[in-house]
């Protein structure tokens, strides 16, 4: 059978907590939250709706904050057979935290409230604004449902989580900046020097990179015979909702199909058929 590139489309469904960890005092700007509620309660039924329209699964990272807030959203994702992942409870940055304590019951809390709402506990980890501290491994090792992390943009491959000189039994998910809504659309008076990209820039760069990095797969594969690149998208409801945005990915999500080289899987599926390949090949 024809190998064909993994396309892993994930949503960061931050919610009001994209805003509450920048500044605590936006708890009491209620037009501020606003912009994080809009993800929830518009956004989602929009990307739904395209993830229905193409038969794709996607994977969906969400605070437990979040989680708590609209329970019935994360239910019908799980029901629906998309992925539900950990993103921490109050998308606090793991390097302003008070200390070990503090990150591991903001984890340890998202899977608990994921696990009440859904009945399974998630088996991916993306850290809030994709960071670690020097806890995180430690913690998100000892969380032993937990299969794979999606934060490192250090190689365009599915491999071990690799850190400090130690190789974990993580898989890791890659993902980057370019690849990611918020670098072009995330904007509010309260994040000075940031300007909203036109979206044929976006729709253009998004679409030289999955060109590019198609090419690389199948060259890989046509000279060894498998390939462990992939491309991952990562989005926001609250920024890709937008109608305009929602038409561009879209279009997008189009183009990719229309390739017939790629297959849309979730992040735990990556992560399971990596590790049964390594597992082979011992």
Excluded at 65 to 75: A, G, H, I, S
Excluded at 84 to 102: A, C, K, L
Excluded at 199 to 205: A, D, I, K, Q
């Amino acid at each position: 059978m024809e190998k064909k590139m993994p396309v892993i489309l994930t949503f960061d469904v931050d919610g009001e907590t994209l805003w509450r960890c920048r500044d605590p005092e936006n708890a009491n700007r209620p037009v501020t939250l606003s912009q994080g509620r809009y993800g929830p309660e518009v956004g989602m039924p929009r990307i739904l709706k395209l993830l229905g329209k193409y038969g794709i699964h996607g994977t969906f990272f969400i605070p437990g904050f979040t989680v708590n807030q609209y329970q019935e959203l994360v239910r019908h994702l799980a029901d629906q057979g998309h992925e539900i992942g950990n993103h921490g409870w109050s998308h606090t940055y793991p390097d302003n935290m008070s200390g070990y304590d503090e990150e591991k019951n903001e984890y340890w809390d998202c899977s608990d409230i994921i696990e009440k709402v859904t009945g399974t506990r998630p088996k991916g980890f993306r850290s809030p604004a994709w960071e670690f501290s020097q806890n995180t491994l430690e913690i998100i090792e000892n969380m032993k449902e937990l299969e794979y992390s999606s934060n490192m943009m250090n190689t365009d491959k599915v491999r071990y989580l690799q850190l400090y000189g130690k190789q974990s039994r993580l898989a890791e998910i890659p993902i980057h900046w370019v690849l990611d809504d918020a670098a072009y659309w995330l904007y509010s008076l309260r994040t000075p020097g940031k300007a909203m990209q036109p979206l044929e820039s976006v729709e253009f760069y998004w679409k030289e990179e999955f060109e590019g990095l198609l090419e690389e797969f199948l060259d890989e594969v046509e000279t060894t015979g498998d390939s462990d690149i992939c491309f991952v998208l990562t989005c926001h409801p609250q920024i890709i909702g937008r109608p305009a945005r929602m038409r561009m990915l879209d279009r997008f999500i189009k183009h990719m199909v229309e390739t017939d080289c790629v297959e849309f899987i979730t992040g735990i599926e990556a992560a399971t058929r990596f590790k049964a390949k390594q597992n082979r090949e011992g």
